[in-house]
């Protein structure tokens, strides 16, 4: 079975500060989602991403696919006390069920 | 539009005592998902629905059972509620199974059996 894996578990950075998370993927990944959720709350989309390569930015935040399709990086610029939650990274296996599997989540504090 | 609707938010079981969590969403959408969220764990998927009346296991679906009868609703059911499904259930809900559709999450219950 496909497994994601993030990294770091955890971060806490000064705000202000850059900032990269990471998620590797055991086999080709065919969509990879990024979700951020805030404590005690639903899951809020951020970006998909599909072809490798692939590069997408929403605010100060920038998510790449690379080439080979087996990970994905999240990067944060500049980073603000808004950031701060866990950031979660979901991918569609092989099999295209529409089912996601999940990383295990990168819990992000950014200190003002 | 609501999005995808959960209630309970909060509940506390004792041991063996049953319980449905609610889950609606008013986007029209075919499929439907149930998660688990345990610290430091990501989300594991319970069971999913493609539509009315269709239902299958994920991967972590002992303990608990679904039912779809409508487009709508897809409720959780916890019949024998022991401390292992102490743990945050998400439910989410997308158009179809196409690589970009995004999964449009619930709020959350969180669930503790004591």
């Known amino acids: 079975s496909q497994e994601l894996e993030q990294s770091p578990q955890s971060l806490i950075v000064q705000e202000g500060k850059n900032l990269t998370i990471n998620c590797t993927s055991s086999k080709t990944l065919y969509g990879l989602y990024w979700y951020k959720q805030k404590y005690g709350e639903g899951l809020i989309f951020l970006m998909m991403?599909?072809?490798?390569?692939e590069e997408k930015s929403h605010e100060k935040i920038t998510a790449k696919l690379d080439e080979k399709k087996q990970q994905s990086s999240l990067h944060i610029t500049a980073s603000q006390p808004s950031h701060a939650g866990i950031y979660l990274c979901g991918a569609i296996p092989s099999s295209n069920t529409g089912k996601l599997i999940f990383g295990q989540g990168t819990t992000l504090q950014v200190k003002p | 539009n609501a999005g995808v609707t959960q209630t309970p938010k909060f509940r506390i079981l004792k041991i063996g005592q049953s319980m449905t969590l609610q889950c609606t969403q008013d986007m029209n959408h075919n499929y439907m998902y149930w998660y688990r969220q345990d610290p430091g764990m990501g989300l594991k998927l319970i069971y999913y629905s493609v539509g009315a009346g269709i239902t299958d296991k994920g991967e972590v679906p002992n303990g608990y059972n679904v039912s779809r009868s409508t487009t709508e609703d897809f409720p959780l059911r916890l019949e024998l509620a022991a401390p292992s499904q102490t743990s945050v259930y998400f439910c989410?809900?997308?158009?179809?199974?196409?690589?970009?559709?995004?999964?449009?999450f619930g709020p959350g219950t969180r669930l503790t059996v004591l």
């Open positions: 989410a809900s997308s158009r179809d199974r196409a690589v970009g559709n995004e999964q449009f």
């Open positions: 991403l599909q072809k490798g390569g």
